[in-house]
């Protein structure tokens, strides 16, 4: 059997982290936030790993792209949902975004 990855030790640590809360989070800054926006109207998921979520306070709300007139702060997981990106809101579930966080 072949050893593993670096790469893939990291992606088990980050969901272990992240499945027993003890995952230290930091918000998402407006900038980062308009990038996920981006990322999910153009499916590039590269971003959306769990290594990648799992340091990031994925709850948080955040000022809506201006194609959601009614919301004025969303988050992303209600963005990736309205757009219907199967990947990104089960990315997003993975890393224990809560479904139920609303303005």
């Keep these: 059997m072949p050893k593993e990855?670096?790469?893939?030790?990291?992606?088990?640590a980050a969901a272990f982290a992240v499945r027993s809360g003890r995952a230290e989070r930091r918000p998402?800054?407006?900038?980062?936030a308009q990038a996920f926006f981006r990322a999910i109207d153009a499916r590039d998921a590269a971003g959306f790993g769990i290594r990648k979520l799992s340091v990031l306070d994925v709850d948080g709300l955040h000022e809506a792209p201006e194609c959601i007139a009614w919301e004025d702060r969303i988050t992303l997981?209600?963005?990736?949902a309205w757009r219907k990106r199967d990947h990104f809101v089960n990315a997003l579930l993975k890393a224990?975004?809560?479904?139920s966080v609303r303005d």
């Excluded at 997981?77 to 990736?80: D, F, P, S, T």
């Excluded at 224990?96 to 479904?99: D, G, I, L, Q």
């Design 77 to 80: 997981l209600y963005y990736a």
């Design 28 to 32: 998402i800054e407006p900038n980062e």
């Design 96 to 99: 224990r975004a809560n479904p």
């Design 5 to 12: 990855t670096l790469r893939r030790r990291e992606q088990k």
